[in-house]
């Protein structure tokens, strides 16, 4: 298997966990390359509107995740990671709530998920990977040598959504947020294939009363723990 060769660290949650930003330090700390999965579905989202395909169309669903031109460009943790669909840079319109709630309906298909499968597993390259999502630990790399899982309520997860949004210029309004972040909840819980759950081996970590520097500061004591790091 693939991660027992290369060390795995999977860091899932559900939407505004922090999660992203956190992959994104311990990548950057650790020299490590990073799969952001959930991009993988928000472009797949943005290129199956871009091409007018049905999201109700599995299987052009699916034949689009196989043959998606998708890469990403992984600068440093504080610029984050550009994502490039087709050539063109999409960094900003899959982060809308449109974009994510699109996203959430497409991996809730079997056959897009399996057509994305191999795809994720062939992001592990040494030294490392940090791969953050909903089902990395559960799913994609049952044997990563690390797994966390990053939660936070609701009402927190909504809040970071809105002043996220709204420093980036996009207009918001946070009830509206707070119920697509619960609707999104549960499908992400409820779907048939890959629900969103902690691993069984997996350290959970909530993150509403922390900062984001204090949830990395507990992940890299379980690294150390584990042997995890820079030599």
Do not use: C, W
């Not at 997860?157 to 947020?177: M, N, T, W």
């Not at 609707?183 to 779907?191: P, Q």
């Not at 048939?192 to 997996?202: G, H, I, Q, R, S």
């Amino acid at each position: 298997m693939i991660e027992q060769q290369v060390p795995v660290i999977t860091i899932d949650g559900p939407s505004g966990s922090g999660k992203g930003t956190l992959a994104k330090l311990i990548a950057t700390e650790l020299g490590f390359a990073l799969l952001d999965s959930g991009a993988l579905y928000r472009v797949l989202g943005q290129a199956a509107l871009k091409h007018s395909v049905a999201l109700d169309d599995e299987a052009a669903l699916a034949a689009a995740a196989e043959s998606l031109d998708l890469r990403f460009e992984v600068s440093d943790a504080e610029e984050g990671v550009k994502v490039i669909l087709e050539g063109d840079d999409v960094s900003r319109q899959i982060r809308t709530e449109q974009a994510g709630a699109t996203a959430s309906v497409v991996a809730a298909i079997p056959a897009v998920r399996t057509a994305l499968l191999q795809r994720q597993r062939d992001f592990a390259s040494l030294p490392g990977l940090v791969a953050d999502g909903r089902d990395m630990g559960t799913v994609v790399f049952p044997r990563a040598a690390a797994k966390f899982f990053l939660t936070a309520s609701a009402e927190e997860r909504a809040q970071r959504r809105y002043k996220q949004l709204i420093e980036k210029g996009f207009d918001a309004s946070l009830p509206v947020i707070l119920e697509e972040v619960k609707a999104r909840d549960a499908r992400d819980m409820g779907r048939a294939v890959a629900p969103l759950k902690p691993a069984e081996d997996a350290l959970v970590l909530d993150s509403t009363q922390l900062s984001i520097e204090q949830v990395r500061e507990q992940v890299v004591e379980q690294l150390n723990r584990l042997g995890i790091g820079r030599a």
